[in-house]
């Protein structure tokens, strides 16, 4: 399933200048836990049940489409039933003591490094992540992270000691027992109200529609849309697009992996939350910043069929919103005509390999499933990327139009 919104809005928000100046991230905590190191490892590279609740899930995707999953995808779900996701692979590990993943999202790069220390108590675990940040968002990124690393830790040493980190007067964890709030509950309190600070921003409605009519009968053009390989026919950026389980959602989600012309790497979780074959279909995204979501109808034509792919949603007021519709309808266009040229020419997405290329339609013969690989718990990634809009930029002031005509050529 395709991932129209990361061209239409994702794209747009980035178009803000990029800071020049840029700070070290560097964050640290560290939790004594009475175990071996050997039963802490397990419970970080293959946890029996999710750790932190069920608001995170941590799922592997392809970098490359058909490939096998390398990268690990960190979903959030937030207070407001929306996304944060985050990006991370596995650089090094030596067990059982040390783990280093690194965020191949955001703006800079950024490591975090894992320790396990046996000492005569049980375990010490020491998390330290590091990188650059843009100045503007040096603040706040430090303090989503620390909270992001104390409620991991702390949550990893309520469960494998089985009670609650409050203090001396710890009350033991049980079902049932609905008068005791686990520490890492209440930071993850914080970390929420810290997410919502971030995204307080003024709304602007967007709304726009696009048609193309197609020399393809409605059911063919619907097999090409909601075929997953046809998204990185139809927008090379697109690597793949992987259906998973997310946290809170009760359907299955999209999981769209991205690569920008600078190399790096993004992720985006849409949903479809209406399906009629072969005549309408709407997706949602789930981690764009703002409530937004793509309308496609399919109506029959006297030569085959018309497309309309209409996008609707919000946008921050300022230097992140759309100038009038002519970016959205310049975007929409594109990828309408590319869906047009694949159709009537009849070109298939690339098949996989396991099902002997068979086109849709075509059971392969049964056979016994892979064993998954195994996914570590999201306390060993970086936290989700959390956006931080770059301040709106104001020149100064000046009576003297040459000189305010100067300042602005400078820019």
Do not use: Y
């Not at 800071?19 to 964050?27: G, I, K, M």
């Not at 529609?209 to 090379?236: K, M, N, T, Y």
Request: some cysteine; charged content about 20%.
């Amino acid at each position: 399933m395709r991932n129209l919104l990361r061209g239409l809005i994702g794209d747009q928000l980035l178009r803000r200048p990029a800071p020049e100046q840029r700070e070290p991230l560097d964050v640290h905590h560290r939790v004594l836990i009475n175990c071996d190191r050997k039963a802490v490892w397990e419970e970080l590279v293959t946890p029996a049940v999710p750790l932190l609740s069920e608001d995170l899930a941590v799922v592997a995707i392809p970098e490359a489409h058909l490939a096998p999953p390398t990268a690990l995808a960190v979903l959030w779900r937030r207070p407001n039933g929306r996304l944060r996701a985050g990006l991370g692979l596995v650089v090094g590990a030596e067990p059982p003591g040390l783990v280093v993943t690194r965020a191949v999202d955001g703006s800079a790069p950024i490591s975090l490094t894992t320790t396990l220390e046996e000492v005569a108590e049980g375990c010490i675990v020491d998390q330290r992540l590091s990188g650059i940040t843009p100045a503007h968002a040096t603040e706040l990124r430090s303090a989503f992270a620390l909270l992001w690393l104390q409620r991991g830790l702390i949550g990893l040493k309520e469960r494998l000691e089985g009670g609650s980190s409050l203090g001396p007067a710890a009350v033991p964890v049980v079902p049932g027992n609905a008068g005791v709030d686990p520490f890492s509950a209440r930071l993850g309190a914080e970390i929420a109200a810290l997410d919502a600070t971030v995204g307080g921003a003024a709304l602007v409605p967007v709304a726009h529609d696009e048609a193309i009519e197609l020399a393809v009968s409605p059911d063919a053009l619907w097999e090409l849309l909601l075929d997953p390989g046809s998204e990185p026919l139809v927008r090379p950026h697109t690597l793949g697009v992987t259906t998973v389980v997310a946290p809170g959602a009760p359907e299955p989600v999209h999981v769209a992996l991205h690569r920008s012309d600078d190399g790096r790497r993004s992720v985006t979780v849409s949903q479809v939350t209406e399906q009629v074959r072969p005549t309408r279909l709407v997706e949602r995204s789930l981690t764009s910043e703002f409530e937004s979501a793509v309308v496609t109808r399919i109506e029959p034509t006297p030569g085959g069929s018309r497309l309309t792919e209409s996008l609707v949603g919000s946008l921050p007021a300022g230097a992140g919103s759309l100038s009038g519709a002519g970016p959205a309808a310049a975007l929409l266009r594109a990828r309408l005509e590319a869906i047009r040229r694949l159709a009537e020419a009849g070109i298939q997405p690339q098949r996989d390999p396991r099902t002997g290329f068979l086109p849709p339609g075509f059971e392969p013969a049964p056979e016994a499933p892979p064993p998954p690989a195994p996914v570590p718990s999201p306390v060993l990634l970086p936290p989700p990327h959390l956006p931080i809009a770059v301040p709106e930029h104001r020149p100064p002031r000046s009576d003297n139009f040459d000189e305010a005509f100067t300042t602005w050529g400078m820019l």
